[in-house]
């Protein structure tokens, strides 16, 4: 039959038209268009991570990063119900259930609002306004900030907000060993507990990076499906965008990414809050969103 061998030339030749790397061998020079999930970019650093770490770099060969890109953007917002590393051996999956009020979601207007790069200066501002607003929220603390302000970590779990770690101090992933991943993890958790005296169970990998050890950690991994890029306006302040990117993107369901290391950002949330209470949402802790129970080796975005 020579249909379906036509069909085939025409697939292929419109692959690469596309850039569909996948499907083609073509040898053009190009660098691939289609990133890995999980792919990590080098997108500067936030707030005070200005400089770099000097870690060298220990991935897979086979696990390209963009490095070599002039200005990456941050990673895309993964997709709904992102699912887990699925390499080497997989663990049973262990139940996560962290205590809380109850809402139910799935008929409320419920939105995460959640905190990365904290705690600073910033934090304590922040913890008066979600204060202020009867609001609990989710932070992914920094071990090496922890240390520096261990007093807006502690007044974040005094008022009820559930704390997760956002690692030590902020590596891609991507460019550590296992080993060292599991260091950042446990060693800020540590860390967090002290403060806290509760465990820690929730993971945002710094710029989303997910390395096959992931599920390794023992935590559920939380990421985002509405990014304000608030971290980008950090030399530039802008208030506004961040307002209008949140209030743009979010849906019942969604886990908004903000940080506490930007006091612009702090701004923003004293904005974004009255204006999604107005439109009818409910703000909810991470695990709340979930009915209170997250599986230690998933990787979630949003709820459905
Ligand atoms: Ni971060």
């Known amino acids: 039959m020579r249909p379906p061998?036509?069909?085939?030339?025409?697939?292929?030749?419109?692959?690469?038209?596309?850039?569909?790397?996948?499907?083609?061998?073509?040898?053009?020079?190009?660098?691939?268009?289609?990133?890995?999930?999980?792919?990590?970019?080098?997108a500067p650093?936030?707030?005070?991570?200005?400089?770099r770490p000097a870690t060298p770099a220990a991935t897979s060969p086979t696990r390209s990063t963009s490095a070599a890109r002039p200005t990456p953007a941050r990673p895309t917002t993964p997709g709904p119900t992102a699912a887990a590393p699925t390499s080497g051996p997989?663990?049973?999956?262990?139940?996560?259930?962290?205590?809380?009020?109850?809402?139910?979601?799935?008929?409320?207007?419920?939105?995460?609002?959640?905190?990365?790069?904290?705690?600073?200066?910033?934090?304590?501002?922040?913890?008066?306004?979600?204060?202020?607003?009867?609001?609990?929220?989710?932070?992914?603390?920094?071990?090496?900030?922890?240390?520096l302000h261990p007093d807006a970590v502690r007044a974040e779990a005094r008022d009820g907000h559930v704390v997760g770690t956002h690692s030590w101090n902020h590596p891609s992933f991507a460019t550590l060993t296992d080993a060292q991943i599991l260091d950042q993890v446990h060693r800020s958790a540590a860390e967090i507990t002290s403060l806290t005296g509760k465990p820690v169970q929730l993971l945002r990998p710094p710029y989303?990076?997910?390395?096959?050890?992931?599920?390794?950690?023992?935590?559920?991994?939380?990421?985002?499906?509405?990014?304000?890029?608030?971290?980008?306006?950090?030399?530039?302040?802008?208030?506004?965008?961040t307002v209008d990117a949140a209030l743009a993107q979010v849906r019942p369901g969604s886990i908004l990414l903000l940080h506490d290391s930007h006091g612009p950002s702090v701004q923003a949330a004293a904005q974004i809050i009255p204006a999604l209470k107005a439109r009818g949402y409910t703000f909810v802790t991470v695990p709340q969103l979930f009915g209170g129970r997250l599986a230690a080796d998933q990787v979630y975005a949003h709820r459905r």
Do not use: Y
């Open 5 to 42: 061998q036509r069909l085939l030339a025409a697939l292929l030749a419109l692959s690469t038209l596309t850039g569909c790397a996948a499907t083609t061998s073509t040898s053009d020079g190009g660098e691939a268009t289609v990133p890995e999930p999980g792919a990590t970019a080098t």
């Open 90 to 147: 997989t663990p049973a999956p262990s139940s996560i259930v962290v205590p809380g009020d109850a809402v139910d979601c799935a008929r409320a207007r419920c939105v995460a609002l959640t905190f990365d790069d904290g705690p600073s200066e910033f934090t304590p501002q922040l913890l008066a306004t979600l204060r202020g607003d009867h609001i609990h929220a989710t932070f992914f603390v920094l071990g090496a900030w922890a240390v």
């Open 45 to 51: 650093l936030p707030g005070p991570f200005r400089t």
């Open 208 to 241: 989303g990076a997910m390395p096959p050890v992931m599920p390794r950690t023992g935590m559920a991994v939380i990421m985002w499906n509405t990014d304000t890029h608030d971290w980008q306006h950090w030399k530039k302040p802008d208030v506004k965008a």
